[in-house]
């Protein structure tokens, strides 16, 4: 028996029965509401957060700039490696600033992408220059420091000083894709347009906009990652269409590949009898720029002969010791390691230490020739 019959059985029984309601029709469900997201999202990062050296109580403005950068197409293991060290050296924009970029270059070792250092320095240059040594606190005036582009000004704005700013990176449009069931290409420029007035909702819906836009890189990179999301762990589950659609694993829909082209590098080592090896400085613009390397042939479409090594190296003779592969997002380099004799130095190649050597700045595959694996 239904509530109303139980109520009032003398009115159903003596009026006209009025037409039953339509019932309303389920419809697709409601789109994920920011006012509802960004409360989950903070709250599940305040439990959740990794405990990493940047995230200090408050937040250090300096620190947190230099493990931006660092982060950038890094792995957070190397640069948790990397980190203290850095900022022990350099612990303030004011040392930065007065350091010789030698200096910085053979500190940021190890993180690759050394164009990054460089913007760090000049970033320490500007911020000393022109905001009296202290990092400035708007999107706007940190997008206008060398290095700083419109991801890390809204990741410094919101984290560090609290404002309602996006902050979109990889881990974040995959989130949000899954979340909204989008099928938008990950790589599209009009995808980080739509990712970045989505993560603008969200934080002017936060209580705490820097919780919501480091929890959504959190969420990204140990929840909703890209092979097997853990979906039973994420505070979105409710909300979010992929998982409720079983799209999960066909979004985002898969990047276009870059084309990989190939380098033939082949490295010369040549000791002195002092235990000296000679070294030459890279070209400042270009792969690896301004770091130091062994004496090296570079050839895009061909391994060189030995013959043409010898040659290069200016030696009476060369000897093939190791041979190894080095990818980098665009290239793969085929390094080939020769031990040279009576190879001659020049006022480009000079000859240094290992202790000295382990004190420049070296791309990773060069410290393996020149220092060992
Ligand atoms: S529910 Fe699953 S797919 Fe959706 S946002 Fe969370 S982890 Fe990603």
């Not at 409601?30 to 990062?45: I, K, N, Y």
């Not at 640069?79 to 203290?84: A, L, N, Q």
């Amino acid at each position: 028996m239904g509530h109303r019959d139980q109520s009032n059985p003398g009115s159903a029984r003596n009026t006209p029965r009025a037409p039953a309601a339509p019932r309303p029709h389920p419809g697709p469900p409601a789109p994920p509401e920011p006012e509802s997201l960004a409360p989950a999202v903070e709250r599940w990062f305040a439990a959740a957060a990794r405990d990493l050296p940047w995230r200090t109580h408050p937040r250090d403005p300096y620190r947190s700039l230099v493990s931006e950068l660092m982060l950038q197409q890094t792995q957070v293991a190397r640069v948790i490696d990397r980190f203290d060290a850095f900022v022990a050296r350099f612990p303030t924009a004011r040392a930065l600033a007065a350091a010789d970029e030698q200096e910085v270059l053979a500190e940021w070792s190890g993180l690759g992408y050394y164009r990054r250092a460089r913007l760090l320095h000049a970033c320490a240059r500007a911020i000393v220059a022109d905001h009296a040594g202290r990092v400035p606190t708007t999107a706007a005036e940190l997008r206008s420091l060398p290095g700083i582009g419109a991801y890390t000004a809204g990741a410094l704005a919101s984290i560090v000083f609290g404002k309602p700013e996006p902050a979109v990176d990889g881990n974040v449009i995959r989130v949000l894709l899954r979340l909204h069931g989008s099928e938008l290409a990950q790589d599209a420029p009009a995808t980080r347009t739509w990712a970045t007035d989505h993560a603008r909702a969200l934080a002017e819906a936060a209580d705490d906009p820097g919780a919501v836009a480091e929890g959504l890189m959190e969420l990204g990179a140990t929840v909703c990652t890209p092979g097997a999301p853990k979906c039973d762990a994420c505070p979105l589950r409710a909300s979010c269409v992929a998982r409720r659609e079983g799209t999960t694993t066909t979004i985002p829909a898969p990047k276009t590949r870059a084309k990989v082209s190939a380098l033939f590098c082949d490295s010369i080592l040549d000791e002195d009898t002092r235990g000296r090896l000679l070294v030459e400085r890279r070209p400042t613009a270009g792969m690896w720029g301004g770091l130091w390397q062994a004496p090296t042939l570079e050839q895009p479409d061909r391994a060189p002969t030995a013959a043409d090594v010898r040659a290069f190296a200016r030696a009476r003779s060369v000897e093939r010791v190791e041979s190894f592969e080095h990818k980098t997002s665009h290239r793969l380099v085929r390094f080939r390691v020769w031990h040279a004799t009576g190879a001659r130095a020049g006022s480009l190649r000079v000859r240094r230490s290992r202790a000295q050597i382990a004190e420049l700045g070296l791309s990773n595959p060069q410290r393996r020739i020149l220092l060992g694996p």
